[in-house]
């Protein structure tokens, strides 16, 4: 299992040692470890219901019933409000996007609070997504799925955050949608972002990723890199069940 970061001496963006999580009496993490360094893009991959998402909510602080070892820049979390960790310069985009159909795109894009300076002004988002600078005064429910996940990610941009949660931000989408987003993936990665996303897209997540961790059951089972994929992607697929 490659271990890249090891010759790292910067502070990890996030690092994670032996998470563990529950929802209720139901326990969906068993013990999770991880290290996202600064200006990488690193995918969480494994099957529905392997704890990816859980693990996202356990970092940005929406899953209340989880111990172990989260840091963001060097400052440990675990214990903190989902407030608190946002004013940490982080951003979560969820699968369900949230888009609110009463609002036009701008307004949309407008409702997050700007957390910290640095966040991309809707002029910028719009070069990014030129789809939404079209429809921006279209109203929610008038968006294509496609479009609302643009609207979902471009929101985030705009609060300052520089490390990007994403969840399953190609699920159900169109192959020629699914390249925008990656495109949009490499500018934001040019630009300084941090990225740690949620992918069932293996294709995809082999496309934009730095560094992949496959988790199942709770747990993180394998760690490689991109170079790994293109010297053993038999086996790499074959563990996801690709």
Do not use: W
Not at 58 to 72: C, D, E, F, P, S
Not at 138 to 161: D, K, N, V
Not at 179 to 191: S, Y
Not at 215 to 224: A, L, Q, T
């Amino acid at each position: 299992m490659p271990e890249n970061q090891k010759n790292i001496t910067t502070t990890p963006c996030v690092e994670v040692r032996g998470l563990t999580g529950h929802y209720g009496e139901t326990q969906a993490l068993h013990g999770i470890d991880f290290v996202v360094n600064p200006g990488e893009v690193v995918c969480l991959l494994g099957r529905n219901g392997a704890g990816k998402t859980t693990t996202l909510r356990a970092v940005v602080g929406l899953l209340t019933k989880r111990q172990g070892h989260i840091a963001i820049n060097g400052k440990p979390t675990t214990g903190m409000a989902p407030e608190d960790i946002a004013h940490l310069g982080v951003a979560y985009c969820p699968e369900e996007r949230g888009i609110f159909a009463s609002l036009d795109v701008e307004e949309n894009l407008m409702l997050p609070p700007v957390l910290m300076p640095g966040g991309m002004s809707v002029d910028e988002i719009y070069t990014l997504f030129p789809n939404l600078k079209l429809r921006r005064k279209s109203p929610g429910t008038r968006l294509s799925g496609g479009e609302q996940q643009m609207l979902a990610i471009g929101r985030i941009l705009r609060t300052g955050a520089k490390l990007l949660l994403l969840d399953e931000c190609t699920e159900g989408l169109a192959p020629v949608i699914i390249d925008k987003i990656g495109e949009a993936i490499g500018v934001l990665r040019q630009r300084g972002f941090t990225i740690l996303m949620v992918e069932q897209n293996f294709r995809f997540a082999s496309g934009v990723g730095d560094r992949f961790y496959v988790v199942e059951e709770g747990r993180v089972i394998e760690h490689f890199d991109r170079q790994a994929i293109a010297d053993d992607r038999a086996r790499i697929e074959s563990l996801l069940g690709v």
